[in-house]
Structure formats: structure tokens, C-alpha cells
């Protein structure tokens, strides 16, 4: 297996969280209230900060990875590297990112890469596990162990029976990881468990190991733990920008923050079209603007991004573009107000329509958010 897969790919699944959950009965909390309550602490969480120690084992080699890690759910973090013995990944190496950049910098090879991602929509990963760890795996509670000095329910996830198979993707930080499994002809010889322990304080994942088994024996382990954990804090300003070293090399990639903006006035001197003004649930805020020339034949994209401040990713846009680009004909057909729109349902839900020449189209991430409403209040004006 390739050792810069095993590590460079990012942190471990879920662990943050600051709410307190007492319990007058001596009767331990069932798998299902664990995990439950760390999806409310996750959805209601600030920020994070800890020390990251990072073990992969597999195939007789370890590697091992410790990083100073601050966290603001679900688009903000900083990563950096103390102690490594990945040489893909070594001591010394940060990674930052924001709502719109992330900066990668290594000290091996004094580079950094420089991404921009204005229009990149921040789902919750961490939070989307632990439902499904919830709603879909087979649970055992195996008790009580002690991490970095902390009590911690120790929680047991199976994956249903069904997806047992070939290949087994594994969860890590904001990434999809995969492992290659040499029993590809004997699906019934491949076990995987993810084993996380859940702080009893906090009710919020401090540890979790991911163990993949053939034939009985260990082929593939990744474990990660929290010390120092430190939640809902306050963290420095300037904690998710990065200044590179002066003698780094540095690479960009994506569009610029030339179109980033602060506020509809900026953004309408720059926009060649009026911006809608959306009637939104109060809870929401606006967070940016962007303002993107896309290929000629594109025209130009505007988002406004809001968001809730009060709960992780609940996150909703309303673009205005010049090209619409979304093939309507796979899409349901509805109407609000006279005007004939289209609706997509799924891991995002959209409401597409046109107006005057132009394109409109409000998307969100979450099911109790009312598209309908808030296109009508933008209407056809």
C-alpha cells in the first residue's frame, strides 16, 4: 500500500463537542443515546482545539503521526504536523483552511500549494458518520476505558451485513479512504469494526479505531485520539489564514478572492445584474459573496452564501447565473406563483428557475430548510 495514503489524507472521523449530559440512574447510556448526543453536540459546537496522535498499521509497518490541531465546524481548521514518521508527510508540515482557500505547505520540499474555493459547499462529514454509525450500524456497548485521563464509553459499530464486500471505505477527517483488501474473492473472510470511545463528559468522540480483518487476522488499522482536548474555547484571530515562509514556493490554483465579498453593496458594483434579496428564517445570516466569470460562454455566477451560526452546516445559497448549466429535463417540474421551476431532492436540495434572461437557483443541505418560500420571496422581479 502506498505509505503517503495512509496518513496524508487527513484526521480521524469525529471528535469535538462541549455539552454535558447527567444521568441520575446507574444503568449505562445505550450505543444509540451516545451517538445521538454527539451529533447534538457536533451540531451545536464552536470550535476545538487538541494535540492529534494519528497510528496506522498495516501490513507489518506503522506509521505514526502527531499534530496540533484548532477545528471551527464544518469548513474551518488548522493542522500541524509535530512528530511523523512518514517522510510523504513530516514534522513541520501544516495544512489551513477556510471557506474559501486552503494553503498545504511542506518543509521537505519548501512548497506550498495555495487553493482557492469560494463556492465550495461545507457539508459536515463528521456529523454525517455518526448519523449513520447511528441509524445504520449494528451497536454493542463494551463499557467504560480511561483517555488521556478522561472516562470514555467505549461504542462498537458493525456495518449491516449487507455491505460487507471487497473494499471498505474508511472515513478520515474530510476524505473518503479506501483500503485495497486482498481477499477480493471471499467477501465472507473480510470483517470491519469502528470502535469509537465517547467522552462522558462531554458525550463526544475523544478516540476511535477503525480495524479491518481477514480471515481473523488485523490487514488494515488506523487509530486516533485527542489529548489535551479543549472545546468551545475561543481561538486566536487569524487561526485559519497562513502567511507561508518567505523562502517557500508558492502555487495557486481555482479562482481568486478578487470576487469574494463581504456584502451585497460590494458585490452589486461588481455584478452585471441587480441581486436578489431573499426572505430567509431569521437564524440565518449572510456569510460571503461571490462574484465568478466563468468560460465566455458561461457568463458570469453570483452566490450569496448564508448560514446559521447557532448549528454546524446548516448552510443555504441563492445563485443568479447568466448560463444555467443543471439539465432540467432529469428534475421534477413544479410551480410557485405562476412561475414553472424545477426541484432536486438528495444530498442537496435545489429549486432551479429563470427569469428576464437570467438563472436562479436556491440550494441547502439540511431538510427543514423551506425552499419553496424562499424562492417565492425572490420571485420574477
Known amino acids: 500500500m502506498n505509505r503517503r495514503r495512509l496518513l496524508a489524507t487527513g484526521a480521524a472521523v469525529a471528535f469535538a463537542g462541549c455539552v454535558s449530559y447527567p444521568s441520575d440512574s446507574d444503568e449505562p447510556p445505550s450505543s444509540r443515546a451516545l451517538l445521538r448526543d454527539a451529533i447534538e453536540t457536533r451540531r451545536h ?23 496540533r490541531v484548532a477545528l471551527r465546524p464544518p469548513a474551518k481548521q488548522r493542522r500541524q504536523v509535530v512528530e511523523s514518521t512518514d517522510p510523504d508527510v513530516p514534522a513541520g508540515s501544516v495544512t489551513v483552511t477556510n471557506r474559501t482557500t486552503t494553503w498545504e505547505y511542506n518543509p521537505a520540499t519548501e512548497r506550498v500549494e495555495k ?77 470491519a469494526t469502528r470502535t ?40 486566536e484571530p487569524g487561526t485559519f489564514t497562513y502567511e507561508p515562509p518567505t523562502d517557500a514556493t508558492v502555487t495557486t490554483e481555482g ?39 466563468m468560460a465566455e460562454r458561461f457568463g458570469t455566477t453570483t452566490t450569496l452564501w448564508y448560514n446559521d451560526p447557532n448549528v454546524v452546516a446548516r448552510e443555504l445559497y441563492v445563485a443568479v447565473k447568466e448560463v444555467q448549466r443543471v439539465d432540467t429535463a432529469v428534475l421534477e417540474t413544479i410551480e410557485f406563483d405562476g412561475h414553472t421551476a424545477y426541484r432536486r431532492d438528495g444530498g442537496k436540495r435545489s429549486i432551479f428557475w429563470q ?27
Open 45 to 67: 459546537m464552536t470550535d476545538l482545539t487538541a494535540r492529534r496522535v494519528m497510528t496506522v498499521e498495516t501490513g507489518g509497518e506503522t506509521v505514526e503521526r502527531t499534530e
Open 115 to 191: 487553493q482557492y474555493h469560494p463556492n465550495k459547499t461545507d457539508t459536515d462529514r463528521t456529523r454525517l458518520v455518526l448519523e449513520t454509525l447511528r441509524d445504520d450500524h449494528r451497536l454493542s456497548y463494551r463499557g467504560t476505558e480511561t483517555v488521556d485521563g478522561r472516562e470514555a464509553h467505549v461504542v462498537e459499530t458493525r456495518p449491516p451485513a449487507e455491505d460487507a464486500g471487497p473494499a471498505i471505505g474508511l472515513v478520515v477527517g474530510d476524505t473518503e479512504f479506501v483500503v485495497g483488501l486482498r481477499a477480493q474473492s471471499d467477501p465472507e473472510a473480510l470483517s
Open 196 to 235: 469509537v470511545w465517547i467522552d462522558d463528559e462531554y458525550r463526544y468522540p475523544i478516540k476511535e479505531r477503525n480495524t479491518t480483518r481477514i480471515d481473523g487476522e488485523v490487514y488494515h488499522q488506523l487509530t486516533v485520539a485527542y489529548e489535551d482536548l479543549a472545546l468551545d474555547t475561543g481561538l
Open 255 to 293: 479562482v481568486g478572492p478578487d470576487g469574494v465579498f463581504e456584502s451585497r453593496s460590494a458585490a452589486e458594483e461588481v455584478a452585471p445584474y441587480d441581486l436578489p434579496e431573499p426572505t430567509l428564517p431569521d437564524s440565518y445570516v449572510l456569510d460571503r459573496i461571490t462574484v465568478v466569470e
Open 355 to 381: 427569469c428576464d434572461g437570467l438563472n436562479y437557483e436556491v440550494t441547502c443541505l439540511t431538510d427543514d430548510t423551506p425552499l419553496l418560500e424562499i424562492a417565492a420571496s425572490i420571485g420574477c422581479r
